[in-house]
């Protein structure tokens, strides 16, 4: 069934009443919907309010909500559920759904499918349309056949092909930009489109394109899946007085996670977004909602509750709560990853995406890192810390790490082991940063021979240096150093180094 | 995988209660030889302290590597945040290292970690002495996650109470060995010192990381000795004296 954006060249029903006034839907600046009178009156998508009012006078300008298309979607979409048990919405093309209908055979097939159905859908606009084809990019095309105003309209089955090579490219879903760029190349119809080579249209178009070329030679992919009715997946709670802090909101969003998951969950499956909606009192009450999107569907409380709590922590509350609404956002189906019982070290990417998600919120994004080396010749300059963005959980490794394994600390000590049984490698080391300073008392030849730092005095056993470094001179932070190990008589060895302003400690060996 | 562990583990995963997996190799022999489990403990709060420059980072970092090897998950608290990221890429790069803005907030961070139960083993280093009701609290978490709770420390102890092992290295002075001393933990009732054949590798700072290249062409000529030492001695820093 088309969208209810009419086609006043084939008016022949009795037209809604609605689709007689002139009326447009406002998204921000720009129009987004239109009815058969304004369409009429030369209003089209994407006008700014300003040309919409100069086309169209009068025009009644109505706001674009999500939350009544949703509504009527979901009412719509259990009615045509009397008539077949596929039933899907088409994403992002409010109006239109996709609507199975293989196995009708004993129940007067295809046809009476079509005349039920056309029936159910004119009780919300006089002039739906029903096609019947293989595919849905076919269907889609055949709605606006003039043949398919007046009665469901029919493609045999096999001949989608044949029909979408007379089809405009303006039916076939693609990119604006694309369309024009195709149009501008001559091409009008998808069977000019699908007579292109497929190396031809990736190298052109990239993926994009391609996928357009997939629709025009009728593959289509989207198919209508088993629908079932479903409840509006929101808890909202009124606070007996309003709140200032999170840890009273945080009671209610984990008990209204937990029954929303667990109702989900029974269902096969999963959460892949989550809002949440705060109700605030102050001079202007008002409603505030943000959503919380995990990597993957989830269909676990504890990791989805970790989230909330990491977006309620960074959420500043300027005004007392008196409400919370907690709303399954976004529904998928629960993914096929599972746990493992009989594996040990199998643990919940889920749980540790999480986790980042609160130390994030609390820290900032760089208070998880990972290190990495640098090529400097710099101590300090030798490795950074890089932020973990996404969470990749470590994998075993059967093979035992090997002498030469580059990667690898060696064994640091071990009873008994012969001799270089571990190949060389540095202990670890902690920096300063910034370096502290350091009171040094050195021989004649500017050896250190003893170090003061935050008041404990190491005696130096062997100083190795100076190694002098310099570097940077074209970055605001030049630096000249004279670098020393030293190795103090009761084991620590702490490097230290010497430049224009003095003595600085810049770390130890651990 | 056998049929009686594999009872055993089906057993312990339907009652809920923390496996019998054993502990965390350490990668020493002398020391995983001495604790019940082959490893450090898994559920369990353990604790190594040293002073400064004892190489207990050095054992952590090798305790880290083994296990994120077996496939776990690892997350090391640096509280203090004077890791140096150099010496740990590579075999702990999938490592997550955690550094607050203060140390006081690092029991939070291994609260957290624990919690999400996605972690084998959490290292909490340099945090403040744990009170015993936050160890405790800890405590459960780690057995509740299964997980390895390591807590490094400076000074005498790095808990007041809870951890179910303690090991203290001890720097070597000059010349002389470094010893490992398990004071609480072990198969044994009574603290075991570990002497340890050869001291910890050291290696020149500039060589940090073998993917690092050594630009020091100058160390690599064919200079003798006497003749380094004596352009050491008289070499004049091109910088003004402080």
Redesign the interface.
Known sequence: MPDVTPDATTARAPVAAWDASPIVLVHGTRVRAVTAAAARRGVHLGMTLSQARAACDPLTMLPWDDDTLARETARASAAFLAASPQVTPAADAPGLWWIGAHGFEGLGGEGALATLLLALARAWHPRARVAVADTAVAARAATWSTRAATAPLHIAPGNDVPYLAAVPLALLPMDDELRATLGALGLRTAGALAALGAQDVERRWGAEGLAAWRLARGDDPRRATLARPDDPHVIAHDLPAPVLTTEPLLFVVRAALDRLVRALAAEGRAVAAVALTLTCDGDRPRRVTREVRPAAPIARTA?LF?RCRALLDAWPLDAPVRAVEVRIARVATAPAEQGD??A??W???A??E???A??RA??GT????????????A?DR????EA?ETV??????DA??TRTD????????????P?GA?P??????????PPETIAVTADA?GTPQEIRWRGDRWRV??AEG???L?GAWWQPTPF?R??W?C?????????CY?????WWLQ???? | ?SLAA?RL??AS?VAGTP?Q?PGLPT????LDDVLAGGGIPRGRISEWVA????????????LA?LT???????AWIDA??????????????????????DPS?APW?AD??L??????LVILDGGPVLPRPIAVRLAQLARDA?AALLLLGDGTRATDGGSALRLRLT????G?R?HLTLEKGGLHPHPVP????????????????????D??GVARTGRSRATRSRA??V?Q????E?
Do not use: N
């Not at chain 2, 340890?196 to 940090?208: G, I, W």
């Open positions: 990791p970790e019982l009989l040990p070290s643990r919940d990417p749980a540790a999480a986790a980042l609160r130390l609390a820290f760089t208070a998880v890192v990972r290190p990495v080396t640098r090529d400097s010749h101590p030798a490795g950074a810390w973990i990749a959980m470590p994998a075993p490794v035992w790490p580059p990667s690898m600390p060696p064994a640091p000590v071990s009873d008994g082991a001799e571990s060389p490698s540095p202990v670890a080391r902690r920096l300063l940063t030849s056993g062997r100076p190694e002098r310099s000249a004279d670098h190990r190795i103090s008589t009761d084991g620590g060895t702490l490097l010497r430049d224009a302003t003095g770390g130890w060996d651990d | 995988m594999l583990h089906i995963v496996s997996a990668g020493l022999t002398s002073p400064t420059g004892a190489g207990k980072t050095t054992l952590a970092r090798r590597a994120l090897r077996a496939g776990h998950g690892v203090r945040r004077t890791l140096d990221p150099a010496p740990l890429a590579g075999a702990l790069s999938m490592v997550w290292v955690v550094r607050p803005p907030r961070c957290l970690l919690r999400s139960g996605a972690f084998a299964d720097g070597p002075a000059m002389q470094r570990l002497a340890l054949d050869h001291d910890l590798p050291t290696a020149h700072r500039l060589c940090a990381h073998p993917t690092v290249p630009r020091r050491r001695r070499a820093p091109r910088f003004p402080p």
